[in-house]
């Protein structure tokens, strides 16, 4: 192979050299590099006037084939950064390899380092500790707070130190905090899971959970109910973590900052949704707990919000009613989790723009009603934010053309946002990100779409594990902004499971909704949408649309042709010819119904697999209870219920299947009253 200049000629990629990329890549994730970079693959400790100290470090390698490395703090909250070189192409797979394995390398030895540095000032703290004294009244920052000094002890020189221990009673770390109120941690020490507790834990009584020891100090002195300081809010996720781990049954209450940043109620908001914790906060932007007791407000009354009963009677339960409230009438419920699915290709994308677009677009009248509708349905006035996680070049071409299909004015700019890329929804840094972006936006939505699931999902959509801590999220988004989830998620491949969900049975116990996308069975046949679920709701009947071709206005391609992207429009129903496999299969599972009579809560004709099997047996259809077991199955290819499921014309439920066409009338034509 000959070199750059004769394999490119005057256009060899051009980029910095590795240790330039590495300063650059520092200074964006606001890092301050140091003035020399060495690209060794060993552990370097560097200072700047921020850190204090050699908190800050990098590890960068350049084996040849491609550079790379890690940096980060050793601070408390500090987090480690993943860097890759730009080689000006893409790698092979020996490449990737090679930097993966290089890249590992260089995390164990930030780690290692990071252990023995928390074990050397741990066993320094101790040492700190028992030459201390017990800190007096008088001190000025305890005077200012008004707060008892407790377990703080001085250092001779005006500073109180307060001890950070692990979650087994071992000193992890200390906190200097000076007369004017400045904080900082022991050099070396480990923050992360340390804690400090006030009072013993009474399982009868909360457990508060505050930032800073003066405000753990206030909330124990103003309740006499255990306290626990996690002494920074990125701290809030593990000491709760360790908290319910420890204490599965007791109730634990964030006692978040109101920060004008958000920070305090955004770990706290994690933590309870992670956890399962009470979250309560000063209303006032700016204040702690402690600045809220010496403001003269009342402390007590904070910790311990009226709360409405979670028990109430049936009568009241009953009393007052509560309809579906629709976003779109029968298809889209409001503050609900919905899931959309279909094999790759089925058009899901393009229905749920369709969708959301009507809904950011639609028009309302001069009380403020709706005037829109979809494919005949009422459609609501409604703000959207749509979570794409791929596609966005596709995406931008389809709400271009869907705009032009139905002439919204260019001076028209709907309630109606999308992500640049994709985030790990399920993790505290994604969950914060998608918090922190959409609180800052000028109207909150009444519907998130994700799109796809398995963009935004950390882990396996098979596990049931990672798939709960999905649906955290989820939950955690649908309680905080009161709307709508819809999920967009692929089938599987397998010709059984095109009409289900692909991964865990877990999706499905846990949506309110429902809808499969089916592609055209043939040429010239519609788009089915189908719904599968409908809680609370009978299941609407199916619709069928068609993808029709859309110029978008000013886009040009390269070649000068007028770029076109697809849009949906209404189709005619398909007509349907009953076949005589359709036809056995209804007279199969009516005669089962019939003979059994069973019903659902709601009086839908219901029949379980093991009476239609023994119906069919009954009727000499099949000779054996395998045979017939197989045909009452719908993942059977050629099974009775197998047929019947792709018409929509039952649908599982508990044991069995609802039956979803008339069979009343057959029943009274056997003379049953």
């Known amino acids: 192979m000959g070199n750059l200049t004769e394999i490119f000629g005057d256009h060899i990629p051009k980029h910095d050299p590795p240790e330039v990329q590495l300063r650059t890549a520092m200074i964006n994730a606001g890092q301050t590099p140091p003035d020399v970079i060495v690209m060794d693959g060993d552990l370097h400790r560097y200072d700047d006037k921020k850190a204090k100290g050699d908190a800050l470090w990098y590890v960068a390698f350049d084996n040849g084939m491609v550079p790379g490395g890690a ?144 405000t753990a100090a206030t909330i124990y002195e103003t309740t006499g109910t255990c306290t626990v300081a996690t002494f920074s809010a990125s701290n809030i996720l593990p000491v709760v973590e360790s908290l319910r781990q420890s204490y599965p049954s007791v109730e634990i209450v964030i006692v978040a900052d109101n920060d004008k940043s958000g920070t305090g109620r955004n770990y706290a908001d994690q933590a309870a949704a992670k956890f399962g914790a009470l979250v309560v906060m000063p209303p006032e932007e700016g204040q702690d707990a402690n600045d809220y007791r010496l403001a ?103 709400v271009a053309a869907w705009f032009e299909r139905h002439q919204i004015p260019q001076e028209i700019d709907p309630p109606f946002w999308l992500s640049k890329s994709g985030c790990d929804f399920n993790t505290p840094q994604g969950i914060q990100l998608v918090l922190s972006e959409i609180r800052q936006l000028p109207t909150l939505p009444a519907i998130i779409v994700i799109d796809t699931l398995h963009r935004f999902l950390a882990g396996d959509e098979n596990s049931s594990q990672d798939v709960k801590s999905m649906l955290d999220a989820c939950s955690l988004i649908q309680k905080e902004f009161k709307c709508s989830v819809l999920l967009v998620h692929h089938t599987g491949v397998s010709e059984d499971s095109q009409h289900r969900a ?87 599972i009516m005669k089962a119904w019939q003979e059994s009579g069973e019903e659902d809560v709601n009086g839908a004709p219901y029949v379980t697999r093991s009476a239609w099997k023994e119906s069919l047996i009954r009727s000499k259809i099949f000779e054996n209870e395998g045979t017939a077991g197989q045909y009452v199955k719908h993942t059977a290819k050629a099974g009775f219920a197998q047929r019947l499921f792709e018409l929509n014309l039952i649908s599982e439920h508990e044991n069995g299947y609802l039956i979803l066409f008339p069979v009343m009338s057959s029943k009274l034509a056997e003379g049953e009253k």
């Open 71 to 214: 940096f980060g703090s050793f601070r408390a909250g500090g987090t480690q950064v993943n860097w890759k070189g730009d080689i000006g192409r893409q790698l092979s797979m020996a490449e990737e390899l090679a930097y993966r394995s290089a890249l590992e390398s260089a995390r164990q030895k930030a780690e290692s380092e990071k252990r023995i540095r928390n074990e050397l000032a741990a066993d320094d703290c101790q040492k700190v500790w028992e030459a201390l004294i017990p800190a007096g009244n008088g001190h000025p920052y305890l005077v200012r707070k008004q707060i008892q000094p407790h377990v703080a002890r001085a250092d001779g020189v005006g500073n109180l130190i307060v001890p950070m221990y692990s979650p087994e009673g071992e000193i992890w770390s200390l906190q200097t905090i000076s007369a004017e109120g400045e904080k900082r941690f022991h050099k070396g020490g480990r923050v992360k899971g340390a804690m400090l507790w006030f009072g013993a834990n009474d399982p009868a009584k909360p457990i508060f959970v505050a930032e800073g020891f003066a």
């Open 296 to 398: 003269g407000h009342d402390l007590t009354a904070l910790l311990n919000p009226k709360r409405e009963s979670w028990l109430v009677s049936a009568r009241e339960f009953s009393k007052v009613p509560k309809p579906i409230k629709w976003l779109i009438k029968h298809w889209i419920q409001a503050e609900a989790m919905i899931m959309v699915h279909g094999p790759s290709g089925s058009g899901k994308t393009f229905v749920v723009l369709d969708w959301c677009l009507n809904m950011a677009c639609a028009s309302v009248d001069d009380s403020g009603q709706s005037t829109s509708k979809w494919m005949g349905h009422r459609s609501s006035k409604a703000p959207i934010v749509y979570l794409a996680g791929e596609g966005h070049n596709g995406l931008r071409a389809r």
């Open 502 to 588: 692909r991964g865990s049975s877990a999706w499905k116990g846990a949506l309110e909704g429902e809808i499969s996308i089916q592609p055209p069975s043939s040429k010239g046949a519609a788009i089915s949408i189908i719904q599968r679920k409908m809680k609370d709701a009978e299941l609407a009947e199916p619709i069928f649309v068609e993808l029709a071709l859309q110029d978008v206005p000013g886009w040009i391609d390269e070649d000068g042709e007028q770029v076109r992207s697809a849009v949906i429009i209404q189709a005619d129903e398909p007509k349907k010819k009953t076949s005589k496999a359709e036809f056995e299969a209804r007279e199969s």
